[in-house]
């Protein structure tokens, strides 16, 4: 008998059952990510999920992969009660979606090979003929061009509002699309929204948008993009959203070396999602799930750390005579602004807009200076990125569409990172003097 044959039955070989709690205590999303999910007895003791590289899997007889199908199909209710094929899942992707359910008090979570792969497929999921999606705005350009453009093609129209918007601004919206639904002869289908807006970062009233959902009876999910802020910062389902969006590119996976996304809900609103990703496919990989796995252990440490950085450095920036103005959450000058942070958020993030006195110019000048902080799109990170939205990712987005949104030519958007605060100052204030 060699080590590996170890009696099944033995108790060493049973897996544990889950721990959550200890005494009544919840344990907090911090801890459970050392272990939620996964019993090493399952993968012969490796304290860590190996990465598990294979399309297929054994079933244990042929009644089990019956069964399995049945639940896949649908001819069963209650989905897969076990693995079949990783286009569908797969022991790394689904310890991740368990993870991910525990930051965001979510029930189930779906990952995706990118942001825009979980976004695309949500909406394609609830989206049919002649339907009408209102949406906040702005939206991140991808998301706001795959409705416009995309989903037009299938009939599809959108309303959209402002981010800020009021109870009954809202409800105006929402009557408004279920006029246009009747008129399409479709529904309204979603409610789809960003907050914060990039790179504005004005917030929408989640809680207005869940009351006027329910004062118009309408029967679709309220979904939101909550990159920009979770899963630390803000937890939208506690406000009353059904269906949490992620790009798990950005503060998630944290370290500016993988692509993802995810979605997390209630069951009901993830099963058609579930169903379509396994026709579509678009699961995350098994090598970026684990390195997911990886940066959730340190999200809390990571985002904490880049919030305080970026308050400093906020600080600094706000007194600084070059500077005309900031778009940082712990900064907010308008009443209506503060009153929905103060509902919504438990932190100002780490990402915001700085406004330099003067143009393009001087926004260039200000970048080309940088000697810690890269130049370069996307956020959320490790390290400091800075960038000139007007000439980059919003470049394609009409000049007046623009000056609406409020993305100026002396916009520069700054994401912070771990690095240390007074170093990032010392890198700014130089910055500064070249401009
Ligand atoms: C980056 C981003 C996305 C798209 O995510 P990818 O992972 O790049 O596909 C969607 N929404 C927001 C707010 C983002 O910042």
């Known amino acids: 008998m060699s080590d590996h044959d170890i009696d099944p039955t033995s108790p060493r070989m049973a897996p544990k059952p889950e721990v959550t709690k200890i005494d009544g205590r919840e344990l907090k999303p911090s801890t459970l990510m050392m272990g939620y999910g996964y019993d090493p007895v399952l993968s012969e003791g490796s304290l860590k999920p190996p990465i598990f590289l294979t399309s ?34 797969a022991p790394n992707q689904e310890i991740l979606e368990d993870r991910l359910s525990v930051w965001d008090g979510a029930e189930d979570a779906l990952s995706f090979s990118s942001g825009m792969t979980a976004i695309c497929v949500l909406m394609l999921a609830y989206a049919s003929q002649n339907d009408v999606i209102v949406h906040s705005g702005p939206l991140y350009a991808a998301s706001e061009g795959f409705v416009a453009k995309v989903l037009a093609k299938f009939g599809v ?20 699309a279920q006029a246009q639904a009747d008129e399409q002869g479709g529904k309204v289908c979603m409610v789809y929204l ?79 999602v579930r169903m379509l990703r396994n026709t579509m496919g678009g699961i995350c990989d098994p090598n970026t799930a684990w390195m997911l796995m990886r940066s959730l252990e340190t999200v809390e440490l990571r985002m904490n750390r ?15 005579p070059k500077v005309e103005g900031l778009g940082y959450l712990g900064m907010i000058k308008d009443a209506r602004q503060q009153d929905i942070y103060d509902r919504h958020c438990k932190g100002a993030g780490s990402t915001f807009s700085l406004l330099l006195k003067g143009g393009e110019a001087e926004c260039f000048r200000f970048l080309d200076s940088l000697k810690i902080a890269k130049l370069a799109v996307s956020l959320g990170g490790t390290e400091t990125l800075a960038s000139h939205p007007a000439s980059m990712t919003h470049l394609s987005v009409a000049e007046g569409r623009r000056a609406e949104l409020g993305i100026s030519d002396n916009l520069v958007r700054i994401s912070i990172g771990i690095e240390d605060a007074d170093d990032l100052i010392a890198d700014f204030t130089q910055a500064l003097e070249a401009v």
């Open 56 to 89: 297929t899997f054994a079933f244990p007889s042929a009644a089990d992969g019956k069964r399995h199908f049945e639940g896949i199909t649908g001819k069963r209710p209650g989905g897969a009660d076990g693995l079949v094929y990783s286009r569908f899942n």
């Open 157 to 176: 129209t959108y309303v959209d509002f402002p981010a800020g918007a009021t109870r009954e601004e809202i409800d105006a919206v929402i009557e408004k």
């Open 194 to 272: 960003e907050s914060p807006g990039n790179p504005t970062n004005a917030l929408v009233d989640i809680e207005a948008v869940r009351a006027s959902v329910d004062a118009a009876q309408l029967d679709c999910p309220i979904a939101i993009d909550n990159t920009f802020l979770g899963p630390l910062w803000q937890r939208p389902l506690d406000q009353g959203a059904d269906i949490v969006v992620y790009s798990l590119t950005k503060y998630v996976g944290g370290h500016s070396d993988l692509v993802a996304g995810s979605i997390a809900g209630a069951k009901k609103w993830m099963d058609p």
């Open 306 to 320: 880049a919030g305080e950085n970026a308050a400093k450095v906020c600080d600094f920036l706000a007194r600084h």
